[in-house]
């Protein structure tokens, strides 16, 4: 209930149910000082979803997952310390929490611990609850499989059937207290396999892939992703079109040469040393308008001479579809942009070819760092679009400089593309005149 002052405060919301603070045993929750109300994530599906909290706690975090009810069925707790981390059940109120047997940690058990290297920036910790697959699931950063810190298949048997069913909410605790609403985010879906980079259309996809979840379809990924592979993935959407058939080779002629319109704005670029690293400049051609649903013009076409790359930056939840035009590109993804921490690389570096599309979305591939490893130069298509979902619509990139400070980049246009276009048009007549 609003109080009569936030009768007409449009951003007023309810808070959450309170978590009761005595069990029917009577066990009180004495470790929490309970000076802010708990608030509760329910969870739409009995034994389905992954809770997540931003927090920026050096000393412990907990996480519980309380049943229907806790005076006879199974509870579990999380608890994350800068020195451990350890999964506990307990069967019943009257019980004492027991470690759960066959945890493992992926990435061994210290990256399980607390972040206590970012001291500015707050970490995600998540869980994964997964009734339908029997497991349960702990990680740092963006919820997906491959920032796993903690894995274990639990017995959906014991210690009676279906027991998985009855974890219905989940409470997460830092230093003591509450974690506020703001910091907490639901997912009514578990985490389970990661997709795939590759995006290929319904007429490439094969058993194999499905089989081996190598490639993806467009379908299979978030909606904004989907719009803007639509509007792209066509054959048109290409620099060899019937009216300027060298496009390409006319931006690769004119990246070489300073006195041409590429070699010119990539000189003052590297000179101006945008990123704080003269190797990490690259064009960016904007394509359209600002539709107000992305950050910055949708469509950008980025011209990458040889041997460049970008910093590596954080897309701040948008979607994005990365098609290839010209050359290769090769993609290498981290865990997270903190500032003053050196990002963990995940999964192996990609090479991208001429006509491959890759994505990232809220939930993977998310941070990156794009690399020209080829002689000649590349050309890429970025699309970019919020999701409905997100409403804070973050207009910029974090980006690391070469000291790991973490930078916003505002992204901004080198040249519009039909403007481009004309130049390279005079150049290329003129190299062939
Ligand atoms: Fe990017």
Same mark, same amino acid.
């Given at each position: 209930?609003?109080?009569?002052?936030?009768?007409?405060?449009?951003?007023?919301?309810?808070?959450?149910?309170?978590?009761?603070?005595?069990?029917?045993?009577?066990?009180?929750?004495?470790?929490?000082?309970? %000076?802010?109300?708990?608030? /509760?994530?329910?969870?739409?599906?009995?034994?389905?979803?992954?809770?997540?909290? #931003?927090?920026?706690?050096?000393?412990?975090?907990?996480?519980?997952?309380?049943?229907?009810?806790?005076?006879?069925?199974?509870?579990?707790?999380?608890?994350?310390?800068?020195?451990?981390?350890?999964?506990?059940?307990?069967?019943?109120?009257?019980?004492?929490?027991?470690?759960?047997? @066959?945890?493992?940690?992926? #990435?061994?058990?210290?990256?399980?611990?607390?972040?206590?290297?970012?001291?500015? $920036?707050?970490?995600?910790?998540?869980?994964?609850?997964?009734?339908?697959?029997?497991?349960?699931?702990?990680?740092?950063?963006?919820?997906?499989?491959?920032?796993?810190?903690?894995?274990?298949?639990?017995?959906?048997?014991?210690?009676?059937?279906?027991?998985m069913d009855t974890l219905t909410s989940t409470d997460v605790f830092q230093d003591g207290d509450s974690v506020p609403t703001g910091d907490l985010a639901y997912d009514p879906l578990p985490v389970t396999m990661d997709k795939p980079p590759l995006v290929v259309t319904d007429q490439e996809i094969s058993l194999e892939d499905l089989e081996k979840y190598t490639r993806t379809t467009?379908?299979?990924?978030?909606?904004?992703?989907?719009?803007?592979?639509?509007?792209?993935? @066509?054959?048109?959407?290409?620099?060899?079109?019937?009216?300027?058939?060298?496009?390409?080779?006319?931006?690769?002629?004119?990246? +070489?040469?300073?006195?041409?319109?590429?070699?010119?704005?990539?000189?003052?670029?590297?000179?101006?040393?945008?990123?704080?690293?003269?190797?990490?400049?690259?064009? /960016?051609?904007?394509?359209?308008?600002?539709?107000?649903?992305?950050?910055?013009?949708?469509?950008?076409?980025?011209?990458?001479?040889?041997?460049?790359?970008?910093?590596?930056?954080?897309?701040?939840?948008?979607?994005?579809?990365?098609?290839?035009?010209?050359?290769?590109?090769?993609?290498?993804?981290?865990?997270?942009? *903190?500032?003053? /921490?050196?990002?963990?690389?995940? @999964?192996?570096?990609?090479?991208? %070819?001429?006509?491959?599309?890759?994505?990232? @979305?809220?939930?993977?591939?998310?941070?990156? +760092?794009?690399?020209?490893?080829?002689?000649?130069?590349?050309?890429?298509?970025?699309?970019?679009?919020?999701?409905?979902?997100?409403?804070?619509?973050?207009?910029?990139? $974090?980006?690391?400089?070469?000291?790991?400070? +973490?930078?916003?980049?505002?992204?901004?246009?080198?040249?519009?593309?039909? #403007?481009?276009?004309?130049?390279?048009? *005079?150049?290329?007549?003129? #190299?062939?005149?």
């Amino acid at each position: 209930m609003a109080a009569p002052e936030d009768f007409s405060n449009p951003f007023w919301t309810p808070a959450r149910q309170e978590a009761p603070q005595e069990g029917p045993q009577g066990e009180t929750r004495k470790q929490y000082s309970s %000076k802010q109300p708990i608030y /509760r994530i329910e969870m739409d599906i009995g034994g389905l979803g992954t809770i997540s909290a #931003k927090s920026k706690t050096m000393t412990l975090l907990e996480f519980v997952v309380n049943p229907e009810s806790p005076g006879t069925q199974p509870t579990l707790k999380l608890t994350i310390t800068p020195s451990s981390c350890i999964l506990q059940m307990r069967n019943k109120y009257s019980e004492s929490f027991k470690n759960v047997p @066959g945890v493992v940690y992926p #990435k061994q058990p210290p990256a399980a611990h607390l972040n206590t290297l970012s001291k500015k $920036d707050p970490t995600v910790y998540w869980i994964s609850v997964d009734r339908s697959n029997k497991r349960f699931r702990y990680g740092q950063h963006l919820t997906n499989f491959s920032l796993t810190y903690l894995d274990v298949g639990l017995d959906g048997d014991k210690p009676f059937p279906n027991w998985m069913d009855t974890l219905t909410s989940t409470d997460v605790f830092q230093d003591g207290d509450s974690v506020p609403t703001g910091d907490l985010a639901y997912d009514p879906l578990p985490v389970t396999m990661d997709k795939p980079p590759l995006v290929v259309t319904d007429q490439e996809i094969s058993l194999e892939d499905l089989e081996k979840y190598t490639r993806t379809t467009f379908a299979n990924l978030p909606p904004g992703c989907q719009t803007l592979y639509h509007n792209v993935a @066509g054959h048109n959407i290409t620099l060899e079109s019937p009216d300027f058939p060298d496009l390409g080779d006319a931006i690769d002629a004119s990246c +070489k040469n300073q006195e041409l319109v590429c070699g010119d704005m990539l000189q003052k670029k590297a000179d101006d040393n945008e990123f704080g690293d003269k190797d990490e400049t690259y064009l /960016r051609i904007t394509i359209g308008n600002n539709l107000g649903n992305s950050p910055g013009i949708p469509y950008v076409m980025e011209i990458w001479p040889p041997g460049h790359s970008s910093p590596i930056h954080d897309h701040g939840k948008a979607s994005a579809v990365i098609k290839v035009l010209y050359g290769s590109i090769q993609c290498s993804w981290y865990d997270a942009v *903190q500032d003053h /921490r050196k990002p963990i690389q995940v @999964g192996n570096s990609v090479i991208l %070819k001429k006509g491959d599309v890759t994505w990232l @979305g809220q939930k993977q591939y998310q941070i990156h +760092k794009l690399e020209n490893p080829g002689k000649t130069v590349c050309i890429t298509l970025q699309c970019y679009q919020f999701e409905q979902s997100d409403k804070v619509h973050y207009e910029y990139f $974090d980006y690391l400089d070469p000291h790991n400070n +973490k930078k916003p980049f505002t992204p901004t246009s080198d040249m519009a593309y039909g #403007k481009l276009v004309a130049q390279l048009r *005079q150049e290329w007549k003129g #190299k062939h005149a």
